[in-house]
């Protein structure tokens, strides 16, 4: 009682006012959910220095750290790009040589063996997986090619309709 009283300030935006004016729009929202929300507001704003410091600090562990060198980017892309055009080549042409061999054909381009089908699509830059399902070991032309039928299995990403309309457009590009 010898010393002055001093006047009580409340951390939080809930004063005695808004708990009246809550009470009588009681519909609005409920005093426990009010209460709840100011104390998780209040939580929050005293975490906030904290949060800003921790910031700053891991900011600084950032900047301190040294620049990263990329061993993979030492030879130039289209380097790598010759070398898979190359081999892609190369693995056609001895799968021609087999496919020429009936008896090395008969026993590697068989139903159910599993292979990678590269370059479908343009829109399609990934091998994909693919297994054979019937070969036809005569083609109607000579010159051509051989002809297969093959069950590819595609990436999540790629759907039907965006093949359809790579496929029809690279029809009209070629008429």
């Known amino acids: 009682m010898v010393e002055k ?43 906030l220095p904290v949060f800003k410091r921790d910031l700053r600090r891991k900011r600084k562990e950032l900047h301190a750290l040294p620049d990263v060198r990329c061993v993979f980017g030492e030879p130039a892309i289209e380097d790598l790009a010759e070398l898979e055009d190359r081999s892609r080549g190369i693995a056609e042409e001895i799968h021609m040589k087999l496919w020429q061999h009936k008896a090395a054909a008969s026993s590697i381009f068989t139903f ?28 109607l032309v000579p010159s051509c090619p051989p002809t297969f039928r093959m069950l590819v299995l595609l990436p999540p990403w790629v759907t039907a309709a965006s093949l359809e309309e790579t496929r029809g457009a690279g029809r009209r590009a070629s008429e």
């Open 5 to 47: 009283a001093n006047p009580l300030h409340s951390r939080f935006r809930l004063t005695y006012q808004t708990l009246l004016l809550l009470a009588a729009r009681s519909h609005s929202m409920s005093m426990t959910s009010f209460l709840s929300q100011s104390f998780k507001e209040a939580a929050r704003t005293s975490l």
């Open 112 to 139: 159910g063996r599993v292979c990678f089908v590269h370059s479908l699509w343009g829109s399609l830059q990934s091998s994909c997986p693919a297994i054979f399902l019937n070969v036809d070991f005569r083609p």
